[in-house]
T-cell receptor
Framework: EDKVVQSPLSLVVHEGDTVTLNCSYE??????LLWYKQEKKAPTFLFML????IEKKSGRLSSILDKKELFSILNITATQTGDSAVYLC???????????FGAGTRLTVKP | DAGVIQSPRHEVTEMGQEVTLRCKPI?????LFWYRQTMMRGLELLIY????????DSGMPEDRFSAKMPNASFSTLKIQPSEPRDSAVYFC?????????????FGPGTRLTVL
């Protein structure tokens, strides 16, 4: 069965710290991996990764994919309290268009 | 575009009552997805539509759940009869017909509480 596993499940840091969130996956016929940020409401899209070794970057956030080892990381540098959220990793399942989501990492950034 | 619109935003009902959740996808999007999110099970896909046709409803928990998409701009998720274990946030999402994979845009969700 395809699966997506995120770690850690929960993380508490202080402002200014750098964090690394992990997502490992086992899916048949991998096509892409997506990262979402979920605050109090709906998930919002961060990155889509399709190729190994190519870093996607947006401000203090960056992400990279390793298709050989079947994982992705999401880095956040110089964290701010506004980064506090659940970060979800998702991978489309083979043969259809839905996504399998990981359980998420709950990040809390303290002042 | 206003994004994916869902209503109601909050619903509190008693066990046994019928609940109808509504979704308006982003105009022009060909795919519509219904998800349920709980603390215990995370975000789960219930059903999705392509061009108004249900494609995969294997995630629908049981016969009490049904979903329809009568046209390209409207979908409903109905629970009848509702049970306390149905309490969750229900998200609707939409995406474009894709050559390569595109992101799904989520609505704000409906928080359902069944007493």
């Amino acid at each position: 069965e395809d699966k997506v596993v995120q770690s850690p499940l929960s993380l508490v840091v202080h402002e200014g710290d750098t964090v690394t969130l992990n997502c490992s996956y086992e899916v048949t016929n991998f096509r892409s991996l997506l990262w979402y940020k979920q605050e109090k409401k709906a998930p919002t899209f961060l990155f889509m990764l399709t190729s190994s070794g190519i870093e996607k970057k947006s401000g203090r956030l960056s992400s990279i994919l390793d298709k050989k080892e079947l994982f992705s990381i999401l880095n956040i540098t110089a964290t701010q309290t506004g980064d506090s959220a659940v970060y979800l990793c998702a991978v489309p399942e083979e043969g259809n268009n839905d996504m399998r989501f990981g359980a998420g990492t709950r990040l809390t950034v303290k002042p | 575009d206003a994004g994916v619109i869902q209503s109601p935003r909050h619903e509190v009902t008693e066990m046994g009552q019928e609940v109808t959740l509504r979704c308006k996808p982003i105009s022009g999007h060909d795919y519509l997805f219904w998800y349920r999110q709980t603390m215990m099970r995370g975000l789960e896909l219930l059903i999705y539509f392509n061009n108004n046709v249900p494609i995969d409803d294997s995630g629908m928990p049981e016969d009490r759940f049904s979903a329809k998409m009568p046209n390209a701009s409207f979908s409903t998720l109905k629970i009848q009869p509702s049970e306390p274990r149905d309490s969750a946030v229900y998200f609707c999402a939409s995406s474009l017909q894709r050559v390569s994979y595109n992101e799904q845009f989520f609505g704000p969700g409906t928080r359902l509480t069944v007493l």
